[in-house]
């Protein structure tokens, strides 16, 4: 995984699931993303639950013709929006790939706490002994569930190495890993090399 930017831009308004009160259409998004992408800001955090896919499509729809590297993208799984079989894991990151037309992501989380040492586990699984491991993390969890997660993901074997992504630390959880206060850049990159203490 190369350096990551040091801004995320999210696309959860882009689901125009009325959580905002917007009606955002790709015509009035265009420009935002054009802009952006302009100023070097290319790592873009969308998640099926934004709009059951609209996110994805708006987004995809505007990556389409950018070379690969141009951009970063990160997505998530979210439980509740599983099929409830037992391959939801796999399921939903392949639907995510198909509705963004992508091979890979660059970074993919858990969205949420629900049954997450479970759904931890089986992304882990899904990614095991896979060339296209992207740094894999943990959405709105507390630093305990932050290290349960990172437990989970040592003790299960990969041909590349699964990293622990942990999304704008705080400085409570600097303190949990032992760090001086950094941005989400450089500790994505720390946890890339090193793993939590026990």
């Known amino acids: 995984m190369r350096n990551l930017p040091k801004i995320a831009l999210g696309a959860w308004a882009w689901g125009n699931d009325g959580t905002f009160g917007n009606d955002f259409t790709a015509d009035t998004l265009k420009p935002i993303f054009d802009a952006a992408m302009a100023s070097g800001l290319n790592l873009w955090d ?10 994805e499509k708006v987004l995809a729809g505007f ?15 979210t439980p509740q929006c599983a099929n409830g079989q037992p391959t939801a894991m796999a399921d939903m990151i392949d639907m995510q790939l198909r509705l963004m037309s992508l091979d890979r992501f660059d970074i993919y989380w858990i969205h949420n706490v629900w049954d997450a040492p479970h759904w931890t586990e089986e992304l882990a699984k899904y990614y095991e002994g896979r060339d296209d491991v992207p740094l894999l993390g943990v959405s709105n969890h507390n630093l305990s569930e932050i290290k349960q997660a990172n437990d989970i993901l040592k003790e299960i074997p990969h041909n590349t190495a699964a990293h622990l992504a942990v999304p704008f630390p705080t400085s409570a959880a600097c303190r949990f890993l032992d760090l001086p206060p950094v941005n989400l850049r450089n500790l994505q990159l720390h946890l890339s090399k090193n793993s939590l203490a026990s």
């Open 46 to 55: 969308t998640a099926y639950a934004y709009g059951m896919g609209t996110s």
């Open 63 to 77: 990556i389409k013709d950018l070379p690969r590297e141009s951009y970063l993208i990160s997505d998530k799984f």
